[in-house]
């Protein structure tokens, strides 16, 4: 090329690039949003589901109370209603239980280092981007329409089971010490 010539060519144009799917797009088929949104979904129905063996032990403990006839134990039973409640909501991925949710945690977040620990986790679970849509109607439509993406192994159970069975044994040695210690 010659001098003379002058190049029409903006240095400062826009270069079109081989358009490539990111990873904040929206997945196109309702499968691919369950399995987008699968590891948000078990970390809040997990957190549900210690919130209610939770519920259980406490409510264990505050039914042996009262039959102890001790002063206030009959008090008990709003925190098991209210933690039950609680626990549903979070184990159904309801829309309501996220709020609540984040006030628990942050009266969590005062007691112990592990409660702490708990907390935050509970606090990221619920308040992270992916759980605004795991927390919805829509995404219970989803859930009920693709119950073949999630598939529980025999270990998860195996762990379930022993965890149930020491929570079962730990509340009868502490319900009744005298008949099996």
């Known amino acids: 090329m010659s001098k003379d010539v ?56 505050a039914y042996a109370r009262v039959n102890s006839e001790l002063p206030g134990a009959h008090l008990l039973f709003l925190p098991v209603v209210l933690l039950g409640l609680l626990s549903y909501g979070l184990w159904s991925c309801q829309s309501w239980a996220r709020w609540p949710t984040v006030l628990f945690s942050f009266l969590l977040l005062s007691t112990s280092l592990y409660a702490s620990f708990l907390a935050l986790y509970m606090l990221y679970s619920v308040l992270c981007s992916k759980s605004y849509v795991v927390l919805t109607a829509d995404y219970r439509e989803i859930r009920r329409r693709t119950r073949h993406v999630v598939k529980t192994s025999a270990l998860t159970w195996v762990m379930l089971f022993l965890i149930v069975a020491t929570v079962v044994w730990l509340v009868f040695i502490n319900v009744a010490p005298d008949a099996y210690g």
Do not use: C, M, W
């Open 6 to 61: 002058a190049l029409k060519v903006n240095p400062y144009a826009h270069i079109p690039v081989a358009e490539e799917r990111s990873a904040r797009e929206a997945p196109t088929s309702i499968d691919q949003v369950r399995k987008h949104h699968l590891k948000i979904e078990k970390a809040i129905t997990s957190i549900g589901v210690v919130l209610g063996f939770n519920t259980v032990f406490i409510g264990v403990v």
